[in-house]
C-alpha cells in the first residue's frame, strides 16, 4: 500500500517536470516564432525561461530540493554555479571589452 | 629535427629524420634516456622482478603503493628539468653577444619542457603522491574512496610523462613555453609535432588529475573515521581538500584551451588563429581560467605540509585552527577571481585590471594570516631543527619575499614595465620553489620513516637543503635585478654585456641547486645502505600528532586493524597523552580489501598509443589507443571487482608483531630522535 | 559518516550500502566538472558568435523546427528514463524497466539522427567549422553534447546487457542511478543550448 502511494508520488513528480518542462520549452521557441518583443527582451525572456526550466529538472527529475538531507549537494550545485558565474561572466567582460578596444 | 614531407599510413609523419642529430647536445640527451630506459629495464630483469613489480606495484590499488609510486616519477622527471635549467642558465650566461653552446630552437623547447615537466610532471605527481600516501593514513581510512580510479590516474600521468621522455628522442617538442600561447601554437607558426606533443601529454596528465581531485574530495568527504568531524581534521586534510576541489573546478578548463588548440591545428579549425574569425586572446583568456587555480593547487599541499611540520616539532599545536582553515577556503575561492593579472598588458581596460589586481592584492591576506599562525605556533614552542622544520623556515622567509613582489607584480602599471622579463621569471619561482618544492622535499624527508620503516641520514639532508636553499638565492635573486634591467624571460641570447656578472651568479646557483639534489640521492643511496640501524618499526619517529603515526612503519596492508574512534583534534596526540595509544583491541576482524587490477597499466598503455598516434598522424594508432580505452573501460565493468580477506587470524598475527616492536622499544626522548636507539616509540610528556 | 540519502540516490532504503553514497556523490562531483566544461565551451561560443568571417550567420544556418524536434525527443527520453528509474526503485518486472531503458535509447538515437541530419544540412550549406570562428564554436560545443549523448546510448546498450549477465545488484543499481545522473544532466545542457545557440541564433 505504502510502495503504491511512495510509486505514485514519484510518477507525479516526474509528470510534473515534463509537462512544466514541454510548457516551458514551447514558450521559448513560440517566442522566436512569433517574436513579440523586441531582440533584447526577447532574449531576456529566453534566459528566464532556461533558468526556470534548468530548476524544474533539477527539482522533478533530479530530486534536488531545500530538504536537509539533500542540503550538501544543494550546496554541491551552487557552488559549481559560482564557479561557472565567475568564469563565464569574467571571460564575457575580457573578451568583449578587448573586442570594444578593438574596434 | 627536419621538417617531413612524407607521410605513410603506417607510421604518419614519423621517419628516422626524427632523431635529433643536428645537436651534441640534443642527441646527449637522447641518449641518456634510451640508456637509463634500458638500465632500468636490464637492471630489473637481471633482478627477476618483473612479475612482483607488476603483481605487487603496478597493478596495485593502495593508496600507499599508488602514493610512491607517484612520488618516484616526480623525483625522475624533477632530475630532468632541473638538468634542463642548469642548461638553460650556462647558455644564458655564456651567450652574451655570441650564440652560446644551445641553438634558438632548442633553448625553446628546454624552456617549454622545463615549465610542463615541472608543473604537470613534477609538481603534481608529487604532491598528489604525499597526499594519497597521508590522508587516507590520518582521516582513519583504509584507502581511497575508488581505489582502482587511483591506480588509472596515475598510469595515465605516467603515460604522459613517458611522452614528454619520447620526445628527447623522437623530437622535437613544443617552443610554445608550458603555457602554449597561441597563435605561434597554431599551424602556421608551428607545424611540427612539437605542440602536439605538448597538448597531448598535458591531456593525459590533465585526465589524471581531474580523476585524482574526484577521488580525494570523496575520500575526504565519506571516509573519515567515526568522531574526525571537519573541524578535527589535521590541517594537511584541509589542504587536500582545498586542492582537490581546485583540481576538479580547474582543469576543465585546460581541457577546453588544448581541446581547441588541438581542433584548430587538426581540423583547421579557427578558435585562435589570425584568421578566419579566430580570437587568440580567448586562448590566454581560457589557460590562465586553468593556470591560476593551478598554482594553488601545487602552493597549498606544502601550506599543509608546513602546518603539520610546524607543529610537531614545535610539540603544540598549531596556533589560530579556525584562522587556518578559513584562510585556506578562502585562498580556495579567490584563486578563481584573479586570473587575468597573467595577461595584464594584453589589451583590456584598465579598469579591468584595476578589479583584478585588487583582487590579486586580496589574495595576499590570507595568506599572510598563515604565515603569522606558523610563526605563532612556534613561539613558546619546544622547538627542533631536524631537516624538515629546516625546510619550513626557509620557505617561511623565501616565500615571503616572492609574495612581496607578487603584491609588486599586482599592480598593473608595475606589471606593464616587468611583463615577460626575468623579474617575472623570478616571482613565480620565488613562489614555486619554497611553495612547492620545499615543501614536498620537507614532506619526503617527514613521511619517508613511516613509509619505509627506516629513518633518512640527517647529514646528508641538512646538506642537500643547505645547497638547495643557497643555491636558489643565488640563482634567481639576480634575475630580479635583470628583470628591472630589462632582461626580457626565454631568451636563449643577451645582448648588454652587464647582464654577465648577474647571469654568472645565476648559473652558479643552478650548479648549487644540482649538486643539492645529488644529495638527496646520495642521502637516499647512503639511508638504504645504514638502513638496519635506522630502522623505526613502531612507527612513531617524531613523536608525531596525527593518526598516520599511529600504526606501524611500513603501515599494514589495511592501515589499521581496527578503525579508531576519533575524539578531538590531533588524534594521535590526545592518544598518547590518555595512554590509548598503543592498547591492543580485544578482539580483531577479518578485513576485505580490493585486489590488484590490471585497468590501470592498461589504460596508461593504451593511452599513451593514442597520444603518440595523434602526435606522428599514424592514425590507425591513435584509434587502437581511443577505441581501445573505451572497449577495456567496458570490459572492466563487467568483471567483478575481486576483494580478499585477510581474516582476523592474520590480522591478529600482523598486529602482534608491531606490539612485540612496541613491547622491545625504549621510548625516545625528542632529543634523541635522531639517535639509532630511535625504534619509532616518542616518550610522552617529555 | 552520515545517514543521509543524497539526491541522485532514488533507491530504497534496504537497496542502499555504505559504499553507495560515496559512489553517487562522486559521480555528482564528475558531472560538476563537466558542467564547467560545458559553460566554459558556451563562454567561447559567445565569444567568438560575432566571428563570422563573411561566411554564414547564424540566422541562415539554424532552423527553428529542427531544434523543437530534438528538444521534444530529448525530454521524452528524459521521462521515459524516469520510468526506467521508477520500475527499477519499486521492483516492476525487468521486462519494463528493459523495456523503458530500449524506449530511451530509441529516443537518444533519433536525437543523435536529427542531430546528424541538421550538421548535414548545414555542410552542404558551406557552414562547416573551417569557415570561421563562429562556425568553430558551434561545433565545438553541439557535437561535444552529441558525443555525450552518444556516449549515454552506448551506456544504456552496456546497461541493459548487465542487467541480462547479473541481474539488479547493488552494483548495476548504482550504475543505473549514474546513467540516469548523466541522461538528466545532458538534458540539462539542451536546454542552455537550444536557448543560448538556437533561439538566441535566431532572434
Known amino acids: 500500500m505504502e510502495d503504491r502511494q511512495a510509486f505514485g508520488r514519484e510518477l507525479r513528480r516526474y509528470v510534473i517536470g515534463l509537462v512544466l518542462a514541454l510548457v516551458l520549452s514551447g514558450a521559448a521557441f513560440a517566442l522566436v516564432a512569433w517574436a513579440p518583443l523586441p531582440p533584447d527582451g526577447l532574449l531576456g525572456a529566453i534566459a528566464g525561461l532556461a533558468l526556470l526550466q534548468v530548476m524544474a529538472h533539477f527539482r522533478f527529475f533530479l530530486h534536488i530540493d531545500l530538504k536537509q538531507s539533500h542540503r550538501d549537494d544543494l550546496q554541491l550545485i551552487l557552488f559549481t554555479g559560482l564557479i561557472i558565474g565567475l568564469m563565464v561572466a569574467g571571460s564575457l567582460w575580457i573578451i568583449f571589452n578587448q573586442n570594444q578596444r578593438m574596434m | 629535427m627536419g621538417i617531413e614531407a612524407s607521410v605513410s599510413p603506417w607510421l604518419g609523419k614519423l621517419s628516422l629524420s626524427a632523431l635529433p642529430t643536428d645537436s651534441v647536445v640534443a642527441m646527449g640527451a637522447a641518449l641518456i634516456a634510451v640508456l637509463g630506459a634500458l638500465g632500468t629495464a636490464g637492471y630489473i630483469t637481471w633482478k627477476g622482478k618483473w612479475h612482483y613489480l607488476w603483481r605487487e606495484w603496478f597493478t596495485s590499488v593502495d593508496h600507499k603503493r599508488i602514493g610512491i609510486m ?8 624533477l632530475a630532468r628539468a632541473v638538468i634542463e635549467a642548469l642548461v638553460m642558465r650556462l647558455q644564458q650566461a655564456d651567450a652574451v653577444n655570441q650564440s652560446g653552446f644551445i641553438s634558438a630552437e632548442h633553448f625553446g623547447q628546454l624552456f617549454s619542457t622545463h615549465g610542463s615537466i615541472m608543473i604537470f610532471f613534477m609538481a603534481m605527481p608529487f604532491l598528489t603522491g604525499i597526499i594519497n600516501y597521508v590522508m587516507p593514513l590520518q582521516i582513519g581510512a583504509r584507502d581511497v574512496s575508488f581505489p582502482a580510479l587511483n591506480s588509472i590516474s596515475l598510469a595515465l600521468t605516467a603515460a604522459g610523462a613517458a611522452l614528454v621522455m619520447i620526445s628527447l628522442i623522437l623530437a622535437p617538442f613544443s617552443t610554445g613555453g608550458w603555457s602554449g600561447y597561441a597563435p605561434f601554437t597554431e599551424l602556421s607558426f608551428s607545424p611540427g609535432v612539437g605542440v602536439d606533443y605538448w597538448i597531448w601529454a598535458v591531456t593525459l596528465g590533465s585526465i589524471g588529475s581531474t580523476l585524482t ?3 580525494l574530495a570523496v575520500t575526504l568527504y565519506k571516509q573519515r573515521a567515526p568522531g574526525m568531524d571537519l573541524m578535527r581534521l589535521p590541517l594537511f586534510c584541509w589542504t587536500a581538500l582545498c586542492t582537490s576541489i581546485l583540481m576538479i573546478f580547474a582543469m576543465p578548463a585546460l581541457t577546453v584551451a588544448t581541446a581547441l588548440l588541438a581542433l584548430d591545428r587538426y581540423l583547421g579549425m579557427h578558435f585562435f588563429t589570425n584568421d578566419g574569425g579566430g580570437n587568440m586572446m580567448l586562448y590566454a583568456n581560457l589557460f590562465w581560467l586553468f593556470g591560476h587555480p593551478e598554482v594553488y593547487i601545487v602552493v597549498l599541499p606544502s601550506f599543509g605540509v608546513f602546518s603539520e611540520l610546524f607543529s610537531t616539532f614545535s610539540a603544540k599545536q598549531l596556533y589560530g585552527y579556525t584562522s587556518l582553515v578559513v584562510a585556506t577556503l578562502t585562498i580556495a575561492v579567490l584563486s578563481f577571481t584573479v586570473w587575468l593579472h597573467h ?9 579591468i585590471n584595476a578589479v583584478f589586481g585588487i583582487a590579486t592584492m586580496l589574495i595576499g591576506i590570507p595568506t599572510g594570516v598563515k604565515i603569522y599562525d606558523w610563526i605563532f605556533t612556534m613561539f613558546r614552542g619546544q622547538v627542533r631543527f631536524p631537516t624538515p622544520l629546516l625546510w619550513g623556515l626557509a620557505f617561511l622567509v623565501t616565500f615571503v619575499i616572492g609574495g612581496l613582489t607578487g603584491i609588486l607584480l599586482a599592480i598593473p602599471p608595475v606589471d606593464f614595465l616587468v611583463h615577460n622579463t626575468t623579474f617575472l621569471v623570478a616571482h613565480f619561482h620565488n613562489m614555486l620553489i619554497p611553495g612547492t618544492l620545499f615543501g614536498m622535499i620537507a614532506a619526503y624527508q617527514f613521511w619517508f620513516p613511516k613509509a619505509f620503516g627506516f629513518r633518512l641520514e640527517e647529514r646528508w639532508g641538512k646538506l642537500a637543503f643547505g645547497c638547495w636553499v ?62 638496519d640501524r635506522n630502522r623505526v618499526p613502531v612507527g612513531d619517529p617524531w613523536d608525531g600528532r596525527s593518526l598516520e603515526w599511529a600504526c606501524s612503519a611500513p603501515p599494514p596492508k589495511y592501515n589499521f586493524a581496527r578503525i579508531p574512534q576519533v575524539d578531538a583534534r590531533d588524534a594521535f596526540w590526545a592518544m598518547k597523552q590518555s595512554g590509548t595509544a598503543y592498547v591492543p583491541p580485544p578482539r580483531y576482524d577479518a ?10 597499466p592498461v589504460l596508461g598503455g593504451l593511452g599513451l598509443a593514442a597520444a603518440f598516434g595523434l602526435v606522428w598522424h599514424i592514425w590507425w594508432m591513435a584509434g587502437l589507443g581511443v577505441l581501445g580505452s573505451i572497449g577495456a573501460v567496458i570490459a572492466w565493468t563487467f568483471v567483478p571487482r575481486p576483494e580478499r580477506t585477510l581474516s582476523a587470524e592474520q590480522v591478529a ?26 625504534r619509532g616509540l616518542a616518550q610522552v610528556g617529555a | 559518516m ?49 566571428n563570422t568571417a563573411g561566411g554564414p550567420e547564424a540566422g541562415q544556418v539554424f532552423k527553428l523546427v529542427p531544434a523543437a524536434l530534438e528538444t521534444g525527443t530529448l525530454l521524452l527520453s528524459s521521462s521515459t528514463f524516469g520510468l526506467a528509474s521508477l520500475a527499477m526503485k519499486y521492483r516492476q518486472s525487468m521486462a519494463w524497466l528493459q523495456g523503458m531503458l530500449a524506449v530511451t535509447l530509441v529516443l537518444g538515437m533519433i536525437f543523435l539522427g536529427l542531430e546528424i541530419h541538421d550538421f548535414m544540412d548545414m555542410a552542404r550549406q558551406g557552414a562547416v567549422p573551417q569557415v570561421s570562428g563562429f562556425l568553430s564554436a558551434f561545433f565545438a560545443l553541439v ?21 541480462r549477465v547479473f541481474g539488479l545488484t547493488h552494483t548495476t543499481r548504482t550504475r543505473l542511478l549514474r546513467l540516469g545522473l548523466f541522461w538528466h544532466f545532458l538534458d540539462i545542457v539542451w536546454v542552455m543550448l537550444f536557448s543560448f545557440v538556437f533561439l538566441r541564433g535566431l532572434l
Open chain 2, 653 to 678: 598475527r600482523t598486529e602482534a608483531r608491531w606490539h612485540a616492536a612496541i613491547a622491545e622499544a625504549t621510548p625516545a626522548s625528542r632529543d634523541a630522535e635522531h639517535a639509532t636507539s630511535n
Open chain 2, 213 to 215: 581531485g574526484i577521488n
Open chain 2, 591 to 600: 578485513i576485505a580489501l580490493p585486489q590488484s587490477s590490471a585497468i590501470g
Open chain 2, 470 to 531: 643557497l643555491g636558489f638565492y643565488l640563482a634567481f635573486m639576480p634575475l630580479y635585478v635583470l628583470g628591472l634591467e630589462g632582461m626580457p624571460r626565454r631568451s636563449a641570447q643577451v645582448f648588454d654585456p652587464s647582464f654577465r656578472p648577474w647571469l654568472l651568479v645565476a648559473a652558479g646557483g643552478a650548479v648549487l641547486i644540482t649538486l643539492g639534489l645529488a644529495a638527496l640521492v646520495l642521502q637516499l643511496a647512503v639511508s638504504i645502505r645504514h638502513r
Open chain 3, 2 to 50: 552520515s545517514g543521509r540519502i543524497h539526491p541522485g540516490i532514488n533507491l530504497r532504503a534496504g537497496d542502499q550500502q555504505p559504499t553507495t553514497e560515496g559512489v553517487m556523490f562522486g559521480f555528482w562531483v564528475f558531472m560538476m566538472s563537466d558542467a564547467v566544461l560545458f559553460a566554459l565551451l558556451f563562454a567561447v561560443y559567445a565569444s567568438l558568435s560575432g
Open chain 2, 343 to 351: 595577461f595584464f598588458t594584453m589589451g583590456q581596460s584598465a579598469h
Open chain 2, 70 to 77: 607517484y612520488v618516484v616519477l616526480a623525483l625522475v622527471m
Open chain 3, 143 to 163: 557535437p561535444t553534447h552529441f558525443l555525450h549523448v552518444a556516449f549515454g546510448c552506448v551506456w544504456i546498450v552496456v546497461m541493459m546487457l548487465q542487467l
